[in-house]
């Protein structure tokens, strides 16, 4: 699709009022250099409805975003690029962070969702854990060094193109890296790869490091981990006595985003972010896919405005649903 298309189908989308244009970059792909420039535009426009902080760096020093929506004593964490592919995420929680703050700041509803829940329930965003694996799938090896570049040729099998790439900088998949169920993960591959990786051991990338002493310093009530693709939510590791309040809340989601509730498997295999939440806070924790699927690589643009359609509420409506949850354990 050419670029002039893509802008005209995302003005279409503007006109009909799918996507509040506000100040996030649209209209081409996300990466780690967009990102920065729009946080910039969002800090100046929302200077008492977010705060922005850096958790830690990737392994090539980019760093770690992330901000803070609202007064709430509460919080939930939506999180997005764990995988260099699905920048996608990262442009969609912008959306939403850039939506409902336009709201907020102006006492104004988004949609038929209340922004007064951000007074007793903030929402944590991390748009892009994994910086250099972005950088990479988009083809920036100029920004790796240059006797690096030949590493991560090797990893990518040799193919020039890195458009399927997944891992972070390191070959390391930041998903299959936290310390729940780790060690029951397949070996195979058994050294940095462009996806699946699981690592020598659990919390070896900085950038898991990063995330994991975040959330335990804002002990959130709810976590999201959004993936692309499939339309599909997974919300079941080992819930044990909460396993009825996580469904209820799961299926409000999938109904929300008309997106398939994922049937909890017999033999569930972990070292997945929201395994590692859902085991050590005993709170919901959910997996959501984007986009229809689309094999090894990012999902079109031409896909975000459908995507953003289904998801705009989903933030404030876990808000709303945090508010309910006790957090003893």
Not at 53 to 82: M, Q
Not at 142 to 158: D, E, I, S, T, V
């Amino acid at each position: 699709m050419s670029k002039l298309l893509l802008s005209v189908l995302m003005i279409f989308s503007l006109q009909l009022g799918q996507i509040p244009p506000h100040h996030t970059e649209l209209n081409q792909p996300y990466s780690y250099e967009v990102l920065k420039q729009d946080l910039k535009k969002l800090k100046r426009h929302y200077k008492k409805e977010i705060q922005i902080k850096t958790i830690g760096t990737s392994h090539f020093g980019r760093e770690i975003y992330a901000i803070k929506l609202g007064r709430g004593k509460k919080n939930i964490v939506l999180i997005g690029a764990h995988h260099g592919r699905e920048w996608m995420t990262s442009m969609l929680l912008m959306k939403k962070l850039d939506g409902y703050a336009h709201a907020y700041q102006r006492t104004k509803p988004f949609g038929d969702y209340s922004t007064d829940i951000l007074d007793e329930v903030s929402i944590w965003f991390v748009p892009m854990l994994n910086p250099d694996g972005v950088a990479i799938q988009q083809n920036q090896l100029h920004h790796f060094p240059a006797k690096y570049r030949k590493k991560l040729l090797k990893m990518n099998q040799g193919v020039a193109k890195f458009d399927r790439w997944k891992a972070n900088g390191m070959g390391i998949d930041l998903n299959r890296q936290y310390p729940a169920g780790w060690y029951a993960l397949k070996k195979t591959p058994t050294k940095p790869f462009y996806q699946f990786y699981k690592g020598k051991r659990p919390v070896q990338a900085k950038e898991v490091r990063a995330l994991i002493r975040f959330i335990r310093k804002i002990d959130p009530s709810i976590a999201v981990a959004y993936h692309s693709a499939g339309r599909e939510i997974f919300w079941n590791y080992h819930n044990g006595k909460y396993l009825k309040r996580d469904k209820m809340i799961a299926k409000k989601v999938a109904e929300l985003a008309d997106y398939q509730l994922g049937k909890p498997p017999k033999h569930a295999v972990g070292g997945g972010f929201t395994d590692w939440f859902i085991t050590t806070y005993h709170r919901p924790a959910m997996t959501v896919e984007i986009s229809p699927l689309v094999g090894e690589k990012s999902p079109p643009l031409a896909f975000f405005a459908e995507e953003w359609r289904r998801n705009q509420y989903v933030g404030l409506m876990l808000a709303k649903e945090a508010k309910k949850i006790n957090k003893n354990r």
